[in-house]
């Protein structure tokens, strides 16, 4: 498992559940039902503010478990067995995702 | 379809709960909820306030508790094996709720009280099996939710398997039928964490296998995802852990969601919940379902479920009525009548009958004569005890409490309202309040409770809300700062809310300095002071705990248990769960029982004036009082010189003289700065003038400056305006400014002929926009349709507007200016008894060591400690020889030496006297470091002179600090042992190695004020005094003589620091400081608060520079320009070709005890 924060784009369905995103140019598709849920943050340390009134997010921030596989396959690579299992999560005020995690990833193609 | 939360934590769960019932309540409402459950932790801290919240809403109130269960397993009754939710069924005319009330009650019967215990608050699970039927009908009255916290929920995360189904089997087996339900809670953490969907599906699955309900909550703790972070907070305060440590642990909820989520996100929430466990649409809607029949069947009446509003009184039986308790009130107010005005006849008798069956058919009207006949009952108990008592408050007003013996203030005498207190069209039980000795207080709450049966009783609670210092310390924790740095933050934090803490930081001078450095963390990287101000705000004012209130007693039926939970109090009686705001909603008969010090220091002076001058023509000739009208003394001094401090008549001129002088220090309500500097302007010369002193000297009055017009047609510097000739008689004793409520309501009733129960209504709406508009309306018309005309309506209304809502009520003025009279007139004819009885109570607002000084500037000589005259309290002495032969001085106390317990201070006492150290120590059992600490402040001085021998006390200290190094235990030290019978006198002491130079005065002074906290020897600045003449600082004495307007230097020791109200809003900080001449009183406006920024809350010895303002012919103060720390001689302003002052050691250096020295823990 690898540990990331890169920024990716992704579409949700009118739910807000993700259904396939664009990742360092390529495009990949949710394959299955997505897991949900939130973390903490330790705000104590990474906010320098938290007035009254800030809103939500301060404390935790959401977490989707999503499996990819890509959209289109690339000329010259074989199609891959299993699907990508990735941690995305979404700030909440502004509304951006990144990605957290990449599971059982073969060969990560960045670091 | 609208869902209802049945799990809501209001913030009166103490450090737990973030939201006020109030923002929740309404909440739901916007959201279409049709009821709204409170459920707190332990008890029903905020369900009154609920009540009410929903009531306004307009939803129906459900109402529980969260109550941790004991573990059944456990040995010890102290192991806590999880939380449930336990809500009260309605509609069943109160049979939940008096089970709810009986539950509580049970979980905090086995804890102390005390802070600190060990016990848990918390219920067996066969003391809920229990409560869940009702004993009458056998039916169920509490429904009981399993939820993430309970045992089963906790179990969940562990790696057996099943031990969730074995405690959940148990759960079924031990509770009746029909009361447990499954709680479902998603808080949406990560997949098996607790309260994760993957838990909420195993509590549905287990619900769902063995047939019991599933409801679905949210745990809520804040009414919107904003409270997450405050929420964080108040767990830390609760475990006293910072964030980073309960992180780790990880102890802190684990997401920030348990808001009270809207009925779509309940939905899709359970949703959720339904489709991880594999269910359908007919699952998701009978969860839905389910959970609103629950709510259905806990919706709250309040009246015939609570007893809403609806006053209960304590049974006549108990007060030993067997007839009507109206026609007993009237015959006791009868019989009244010749004790009270004996004699009374003609136009007066008539005007006191009418003025009696008006009161009286208003109280029959309200069925409130039984209320009135208990009030009479406590009030005959502790005169019967021989207490000193005394009603205050709008009680004094009428002629009913007066005749009864509740009060004893004539009403007519001073025009004082009925209405005021009591009307028609005021449904609510009046509040009745009794001063008492404060030394005496918990006594009379004893009686209270045995009189009238501990089923009938339970003392009232206060709620304990953060303010500025305590916030900013719990932030601090929090966020892991160091202590030290935030006690330093804490300690410049000064009467303001804490939620206005980033706006203060940029407008009081003594912030700027921590306002800079949080203006820093850009370039330093340090976010945290930041953070620091932003949790400050949020925690303001959510409540920490409950405590005792200092004065409320509820007194009811038989049945009062039934309608509230108690707890035990530090003081071993039980105590109610509800505050004062839930008495009158709750129809709550609540007694204030004030204890206040001057009643005891007046009590104590009493005793002491008739110790020292057992008969009648002692105390006369030592009072310099009248020979009265037979020649031997008045008739308030009994033979065996006792004086009855109540029949003292109100006009003796001696007492008014001292009043005048605005020596005042010591006298209640007249020993504030302010108010000395309003008693020299106002020069009282009788009753009433102390009234209107007492009823000036309020926010309201002093903000809308109505006292320097009173001042100026007082003293006939201007001509008495008065609106209109009809009004002259209301308020002409007050020069034709409107003070007393009574005037107001008087106004009202000339000008409208409303009459004055209406008056009272119409004053107060007097102040809330709403209805004063109302007000108006009615006013300029009915007052035009009398004939006044548009100028004089405008110009009337104008006043009533503007002093309406904060004019003060003449019977409470009434009621307090007795005692100021009477500790004025012991002041001033029997000062010695006064001040012994002041110290020994201190009952006044400042540190006990001004008193010191103020019997200095009396001549009153104070006696050193000696262990043979001192007694555990301060007692009046004759001095046999020396200068003072002859003089009355006052002997220090054995009492309140730093380190000396209360079982040494007895035994000391009973072994009095002693002849030698060795007696001492046999007899009393005095610890050694106590030995040491008598000899540093002299205690052994006279019996060391005696037995002869050259040391001094250095000598001696030294003797004994080697005694109590050498000593642990090994026999052959105690040399002296067995001297005893010999009658030598103190071989020990006669032995002392002389050496060491005597002790220095300053020295001496250190010792008292490190061990005593004042300064007897000599002044504390005494040893400043070189250095101040050379800086040419002027002393109080010398003040009124100077000029107005003169630019002076002065110095002392702060005694008082006040931040009163003042017109325009702006802050003004009074400081008074003691130089050992007298007390300076001296006033810091905006600018010199700038230039002294810190300095003005953070030092003790101060030096100010400033000009004089005389404010009445014996008053002067000083209005300050700038003020320095003269604990740092070299910041101080001299002249620069003056040598600085060598170091020289000062008694306060390295003394911590602020708060006694100063009056300020600053």
Redesign the interface.
């Known amino acids: 498992m690898g540990m990331f924060s890169q920024s990716v784009d992704v579409v949700c369905s009118a739910e807000g559940q993700p259904q396939s995103l664009l990742w360092a140019g390529d495009s990949y598709t949710v394959c299955a039902e997505p897991?949900?849920?939130?973390?903490?943050r330790?705000?104590?340390?990474e906010?320098?503010?938290?007035?009254?009134?800030?809103?939500?997010?301060?404390?935790?921030h959401e977490?989707w478990r999503v499996q990819v596989l890509p959209s289109h396959t690339p000329r010259g690579v074989p199609e891959p067995d299993e699907p990508l299992t990735l941690d995305l999560t979404r700030h909440i005020r502004s509304g951006r995702w990144r990605l957290l995690r990449i599971h059982d990833a073969l060969r990560p193609r960045t670091a | 379809m609208s869902f209802t939360h049945l799990h809501v934590s209001t913030a009166f769960s103490a450090h737990y709960g973030v939201s006020w019932p109030e923002e929740l309540a309404q909440a739901a409402a916007s959201d279409g909820a049709t009821a709204l459950a409170c459920t707190d932790r332990d008890g029903l801290y905020g369900t009154i306030k609920h009540l009410k919240a929903c009531l306004a809403a307009g939803i129906d109130p459900i109402v529980g508790v969260d109550l941790a269960v004991l573990d059944d397993d456990g040995d010890h009754r102290t192991h806590v094996a999880g939380r449930v939710v336990v809500l009260a069924r309605g509609h069943n005319n109160g049979a939940g709720y008096r089970a709810l009330c009986r539950l509580i009650s049970d979980a905090h019967a086995r804890t102390t009280g005390k802070s600190g215990g060990t016990v848990p608050v918390a219920v067996t699970r066969a003391e809920l099996a229990s409560r869940t039927i009702d004993p009458q009908t056998l039916k169920p009255v509490l429904t009981v939710l399993i939820g993430p916290d309970s045992d089963v929920g906790r179990a969940m995360g562990g790696r057996r398997y099943l031990r969730p189904r074995t405690l959940f089997k148990q759960w079924l087996d031990d509770l009746p039928q029909g009361t447990v339900v499954a709680e479902i809670v998603s808080?949406?953490?990560?997949?098996g964490k607790p309260l994760?969907?993957a838990h909420a599906v195993r509590m549905l699955k287990l619900a769902e296998e063995h047939h019991v309900p599933a409801i679905l909550t949210n745990a809520v703790r804040y009414w919107a995802?904003?409270g997450?972070?405050t929420?964080?907070v108040l767990d830390s305060a609760r475990t006293l852990k910072s964030?980073?440590e309960l992180?780790d642990e990880p102890l802190?909820?684990?997401?920030?969601?348990g808001w009270l989520k809207s009925s779509s996100e309940m939905l899709r929430l359970g949703k959720e919940i339904i489709s991880a466990a594999g269910y359908g649409a007919a699952d998701l809607k009978q969860l839905m379902t389910q959970t609103e029949a629950l709510a259905d069947l806990c919706r709250i009446d309040p009246a015939t479920d609570m007893g809403w509003k609806q006053p209960v009184v304590p049974e006549a039986s108990v007060i030993g009525i067997s007839q009507d308790p109206h026609q007993e009130l009237i015959q006791r107010c009868q019989a009244g009548i010749s004790r009270r005005f004996p004699g009374v006849s003609g136009a007066a008798r008539e005007n006191m009958l009418s003025r009696l069956d008006h009161e009286l058919a208003i109280i029959s009207n309200l069925g409130f004569s039984s209320y009135f006949l208990t009030v009479a009952e406590v009030s005959r108990m502790i005169q019967e005890m021989g207490v000193r008592a005394a009603a205050r408050g709008s009680g004094a007003s009428s002629l009913v409490n007066y005749l009864i013996d509740v009060s004893q203030v004539n009403p007519l005498q001073h025009d004082l309202i009925f209405e005021r207190f009591l009307s028609r069209d005021r449904a609510t039980l009046p509040d009745i309040d009794i001063d008492v000795e404060s030394a005496e207080r918990h006594n009379v709450y004893r009686r209270i409770f045995k009189r009238f049966g501990a089923e009938r009783v339970t003392l009232m609670s206060m709620q304990n809300g953060y303010r500025a210092r305590g916030a900013v310390r719990d932030a601090g924790m929090?966020?892991?700062m160091d202590d030290g740095e935030v006690g330093e933050i804490a300690k410049q934090l000064w009467r303001f809310s804490a939620r206005k803490f980033?706006e203060a930081l940029q407008e009081k001078p003594e912030l700027r300095e921590f306002a800079g450095r949080v203006e820093q963390?850009d370039l330093d990287g340090n976010?945290q002071l930041?953070?620091l101000v932003?949790?400050t705000?949020?925690l303001d004012r959510l409540p920490r705990h409950i405590s005792m209130h200092p004065c409320g007693v509820i007194l009811g039926d038989a049945t009062l248990l039934d309608r509230s939970p108690v707890q035990p109090s530090g003081l071993g009686l039980p105590m109610s769960q509800f505050d004062k705001h839930d008495m009158d909603p709750m129809g709550m008969l609540k007694l204030d029982v004030l204890g206040v010090r001057m009643q005891s220091a007046m009590a104590f002076a009493v005793r002491e004036v008739i110790r020292i001058h057992p008969s009648k023509k002692d105390v006369v000739a030592a009072g310099k009082h009248s020979s009265g009208q037979d020649g031997n003394g008045p008739d308030y001094i009994a033979e065996n010189g006792h004086i009855d401090l109540n029949a003292v008549p109100l006009d003796d001129e001696t007492t008014f003289e001292l009043i005048r002088s605005t020596h005042t220090l010591g006298c209640f309500q007249i020993e504030s700065p302010g108010q000395r500097e309003l008693i020299g302007k106002m020069a009282p010369r009788e009753f009433n003038d102390l009234i209107i002193d007492i009823s000036l000297f309020r926010p309201g009055p002093m903000k809308s400056d109505m006292v320097r017009p009173f001042l100026e047609h007082r003293h006939g510097f201007a001509p008495e305006v008065y609106p209109h000739p009809d009004l002259k008689p209301v308020l002409a004793e007050t020069h034709g400014v409107t003070v007393f409520h009574e005037q107001i309501l008087r106004t009202f009733d000339v000008m409208t002929g409303c009459g004055l129960a209406r008056a009272d209504e119409f004053r107060r709406a007097l102040g809330n926009e709403a209805l004063e508009t109302e007000v108006e309306v009615f006013f300029r018309k009915a007052a035009r349709d009398k004939g006044y005309t548009p100028e004089v309506v405008d110009n009337v209304w104008g006043t009533l507007k503007a002093f309406g809502s904060f004019g003060f009520c003449k019977a409470h003025g009434a009621a307090f200016a007795v005692p100021t009279y009477q500790s004025a007139w012991l002041k001033a004819h029997h000062p010695e008894a006064f001040l012994a009885g002041l110290w020994e109570h201190d009952p006044g607002m400042y540190p006990k060591r001004l008193l010191v000084a103020e019997a200095r500037r009396l001549g009153i000589p104070i006696l050193p400690l000696d262990i043979n005259r001192s007694k555990a309290e301060y007692r009046v002495e004759r001095i046999e020889k020396g200068k003072d032969a002859g003089k009355l001085g006052i002997r220090l106390s054995l009492n309140g030496i730093y380190g000396l317990s209360a079982t040494e201070l007895k035994r000391i006492v009973a072994g009095q006297p002693y002849d030698s150290l060795a007696d001492l120590r046999a007899r009393s059992r005095a610890s050694k470091p106590s030995i040491k600490r008598l000899a540093q402040l002299g205690a052994f001085d006279s019996l060391h002179r005696e037995a002869g021998g050259t040391a001094n006390r250095a000598d001696l200290v030294h003797h004994l600090q080697k005694l109590q190094l050498s000593s642990s235990g090994r026999k052959g030290v105690e040399v002296l042992e067995g001297q005893l019978s010999l009658p030598l006198g103190d071989v020990e002491l006669r032995n002392v190695k002389p050496g060491l130079p005597a002790p220095t005065l300053v020295e001496n002074v250190r010792a008292e004020l490190d061990l005593m906290a004042v300064d007897v020897s000599s002044h504390l600045m005494d040893s400043h005094r070189p250095m101040l003449d050379r800086l040419g600082v002027i002393t109080a004495d010398k003040l009124l003589g100077l000029r107005n307007g003169t630019e002076v230097l002065v110095a002392g020791v702060r005694v008082a620091t006040q931040t009163p109200p003042m017109r325009g809003g702006r802050r003004v900080v009074f400081i008074s400081i003691d130089d050992g001449t007298g007390c300076i009183d001296s006033v810091f406006f905006h600018e010199a608060q700038e230039k002294a920024g810190m300095l003005l809350f953070g030092t003790r010895l101060l030096l100010i520079r400033g000009t004089t303002r005389r404010t009445g012919p014996r008053g002067i103060s000083l209005s300050a320009s700038m003020a320095w720390d003269l604990g740092r001689t070299e910041t101080l302003p001299f002249k620069d070709s003056s040598p600085q002052e060598p170091e020289a050691r000062h008694p306060l250096d390295g003394i911590s005890r602020s708060l006694s020295i100063t009056g300020f823990s600053g």
């Not at chain 1, 906010?47 to 935790?60: F, I, T």
């Not at chain 2, 802190?252 to 969601?257: D, E």
Request: hydrophobic share 35%; aromatic share 6%.
């Open positions: 897991v949900r849920w939130y973390e903490r330790q705000w104590w340390a906010e320098s503010r938290a007035p009254l009134g800030s809103g939500p997010g301060v404390v935790d977490i | 808080q949406l953490s990560a997949p994760s969907t995802a904003d997450a972070p929420a964080d964030l980073p992180a802190l909820q684990p997401t920030g969601q929090a966020l892991g980033r963390r976010q930041d953070l932003d949790l705000e949020r």
